[in-house]
């Protein structure tokens, strides 16, 4: 078991203005390799979910385990530590530094991490030819389509072997034909590196691929 939650809370507002429920008691599991599709009308509590279980943010009630420890008694600097070793995020939206390369995006997690050298440049190369953009690597962001700069993302997700990978609505961003390129990527990923993924999305098709579904209502699972 990679991580796990258990009876996760979130709210947010104080006595005085009054408290805004988003989670009203989540417990889940995942395990190495699988990939988890999240799914749930706009403002059920998705991406807040994904922030507690990606560890940039901490429920008001209940327990987060990450490879059976419980994380929520670490210090802020003892999280931060275990979200950048361990956890990679793509977002809607990329991210990506305008004034940096393709390739000096991919890297600048292993720069957080304190890590530099040619193995770190390697790594950063061979995860753009995964991704397919061996040709792409000296470009910036804006000389990037769409697709291309989402590509550039999921490869610096990758940069610091994450155990597991937050994608919240990673196409949503995206029109069909790189959508397709896109989903289709994140599969071949989780075959060749065996990194589990929780994706949040609204796309039908991408979700029916997963191995789960759990859908969220309110604040809750509902199934």
């Known amino acids: 078991m990679i991580l796990e939650a258990k009876n996760i809370k979130k709210r947010y507002g104080s006595r005085e203005t009054g408290f805004l429920e988003v989670l009203k008691g989540i417990s889940l599991s995942f395990s190495e390799g699988e990939i988890v599709a999240i ?39 003892q999280i931060s530590k275990v979200r950048n070793e361990n956890i990679g995020f793509v977002f809607q939206f990329h991210h990506l530094l305008p004034e940096f390369s393709a390739l000096e995006n991919v890297l600048m997690p292993s ?34 389509s769409g697709g291309e700069q989402q590509r550039v993302a999921v ?10 990978i937050f994608a919240d609505e990673p196409s949503g961003n995206l029109d069909a034909e790189n959508a397709e390129k896109l989903h289709n990527l994140l599969f071949d990923l989780r075959a ?27 604040g809750l699972i509902v199934q």
């Open 39 to 77: 799914v749930g009308q706009s403002g059920a509590g998705k991406s807040t979910l994904v922030h507690l279980l990606g560890l940039l943010d901490k429920p008001s009630e209940g327990e987060v385990f990450f490879e059976g420890k419980d994380v929520m008694h670490y210090s802020d600097e």
């Open 155 to 164: 490869a610096r997700a990758l940069m610091n072997s994450p155990k597991i």
């Open 111 to 144: 720069l957080i991490a304190g890590k530099s050298g040619a193995h770190c440049s390697e790594r950063a190369c061979v995860l753009l030819k995964d991704v397919g953009l061996t040709d792409r690597e000296h470009h910036k962001p804006s000389e990037l």
């Open 192 to 218: 060749k590196h065996y990194q589990s993924f929780v994706i949040v999305t609204h796309n039908k098709e991408l979700a029916s691929r997963a191995d789960r579904i759990i859908t969220l209502s309110n």
